[in-house]
């Protein structure tokens, strides 16, 4: 029971960071956007999830208010906030390629 306390919690939390900032809900937009099937579903999340450890690791770089540096991949919290972000962006890309699946099934019967 623990575990699945844990799991729901990451999700909480993951869906709380993704819905928290405008710009992580326009990748997931993005995402759902070019999906075309639910098989896809898991490799988007990834590939946003890349994509918003780029943005966050570059927009300083590009503001100039930081030196670039490297993700910390050796390390275990590194892997944790991406698999929370991984479940985060899951839901909400999800959501948003349901919605999309929804409005164009509609608009396809008419």
Not at 18 to 44: E, T, Y
Request: proline share 4%.
């Amino acid at each position: 029971m623990e575990f699945v306390d844990q799991a729901i919690a990451y999700m909480r939390d993951g869906f709380g960071i993704v819905n928290g900032d405008w710009r992580n809900l326009v990748i997931a937009l993005i995402a759902a956007i070019f999906m075309s099937s639910w098989k896809q579903w898991v490799p988007f999340a990834v590939l946003a999830v890349v994509a918003h450890i780029a943005i966050e690791k570059l927009a300083p770089v590009l503001a100039g208010d930081d030196a670039f540096s490297l993700p910390p991949i050796m390390e275990q919290e590194f892997w944790i906030r991406a698999g929370v972000l991984a479940l985060g962006y899951m839901i909400t890309i999800g959501v948003f390629f349901l919605i999309k699946s929804l409005i164009f099934r509609k608009s396809a019967a008419h």
